[in-house]
């Protein structure tokens, strides 16, 4: 048997830190990945799901590997604003948390979402595999079924998730001063200008009435 050499533990570590950067940007069952407009908006909603664990923004459904967001926002790379959503499905289903989606959003636009236009805020679905694929068909009918409109929301097979840059995760809570047009404000407060402004709960209200989950 030919010797084997251990493994120095600067080597280990750094294979570690692989991994971990690997296991970052897998998705696993226990997540599904969706569009929905403005990537800070969406991870606002989903981490108020009982159930939800994380979620994280991102981009995918392009062609470009490791996209900025300067390359995604300016159109022709094919990605979409995303949000990678970790959680327990023993609290919360696939469904629920699609059915959810659906209500959360202006599913009847194909040019983007509320203020935002363009192919970098559609929304669409990402399945990872059939189960996911049949959930979001099944909650895509049922949605058209109560809306009572067209929905143009694609459900997609899942391309490699790419994770937005670090500024960009967990916006509407950041504590980080930013300049705006409305003068040097935290973050927190930029987002929920940004949202008011940008009219997406009230269109979702409209839309969806009561049955609105994220809409006071």
């Known amino acids: ?40 908006c969406v991870e606002a909603d989903f981490e108020k799901v009982r159930g939800v664990s994380k ?19 300016r159109g022709g790379s094919g990605h979409y604003e995303a949000v990678r959503i970790s959680f327990d499905p023993a609290k919360v289903s696939v469904r629920q948390l699609y059915d959810s989606f659906f209500r959360s959003v202006d599913p009847t636009d194909a040019g983007g979402q509320f203020c935002d236009r363009g192919e970098s805020y ?69 987002y929920k200008r940004y949202r008011k402004g940008c009219g997406r709960d009230q269109r979702v209200k409209q839309l969806w009435g009561s049955a609105a989950p994220f809409v006071n």
């Open 1 to 40: 048997m030919p010797r084997i050499a251990p493994i120095r533990p600067a080597l280990l570590g750094l294979l570690l830190a692989l991994g971990l950067v690997a296991q970052a940007n897998r998705a696993d069952a226990a997540d599904i990945i969706v569009a929905g407009g403005c990537f800070w």
């Open 55 to 73: 979620a994280v923004s991102g981009y995918t459904g392009g062609r470009q590997a490791n996209p900025t967001y300067k390359q995604v926002s």
């Open 122 to 190: 559609r929304t669409a679905i990402f399945y990872l595999d059939a189960q996911q694929k049949a959930a979001a068909e099944a909650a895509k009918a049922e949605a058209e079924k109560a809306l009572g409109q067209r929905i143009v929301t694609p459900i997609l097979p899942a391309k490699p998730f790419y994770l937005a840059e670090e500024y960009h995760q967990d916006y509407y809570k950041g504590t980080k001063r930013v300049v705006t047009r409305f003068g040097v404000i935290r973050q927190s407060d930029a």
